[in-house]
Nanobody, 124 residues
Framework: QVQLVESGGGLVQPGGSLRLSCEAS????????MGWFRQAPGKEREFVAA????????YYADSVRGRFTISRDNAKNTVYLRMNSLKPEDTAVYYC?????????????????WGQGTQVTVSS
């Protein structure tokens, strides 16, 4: 079992930046690929970014590529999502998820564990 706790969300102006964190507890963190997803009001949850177990491989949704960066620190059992040049359409609840294999996935249904989410609001 893995427990995931997100933090770092909040209110930011368009063009601003935030860094989300997701701390994992339980089983060996480095065994898991990690992903970030988001769900905007009235919309389905969508893939944002993913990273493999070592941090050497990453993948991004087209909507965030070049603005967001996913990274991980296995010594701290933590995965991060650095979000730059934020837009109002980035407003959503952001979830981190853990997949019990070494390589990433963009498919929500493949993930085994989920956090509770953290709200990100981009507004002036």
């Amino acid at each position: 079992q893995v427990q995931l706790v997100e933090s770092g969300g909040g209110l930011v102006q368009p063009g601003g930046s935030l860094r989300l964190s997701c701390e994992a507890s339980g089983r060996t963190f480095s065994r898991y690929a990690m992903g970030w997803f988001r769900q905007a009001p009235g919309k389905e949850r969508e893939f944002v970014a993913a990273i493999n177990w070592s941090g050497g491989g990453t993948y991004y949704a087209d909507s965030v590529r070049g603005r967001f960066t996913i990274s991980r620190d296995n010594a701290k059992n933590t995965v991060y999502l650095r979000m730059n040049s934020l837009k109002p359409e980035d407003t959503a609840v952001y979830y981190c998820a853990a997949l019990e294999r070494s390589w990433w996935s963009s498919t929500e249904g493949e993930y085994d564990y989920w956090g509770q989410g953290t709200q990100v609001t981009v507004s002036s």
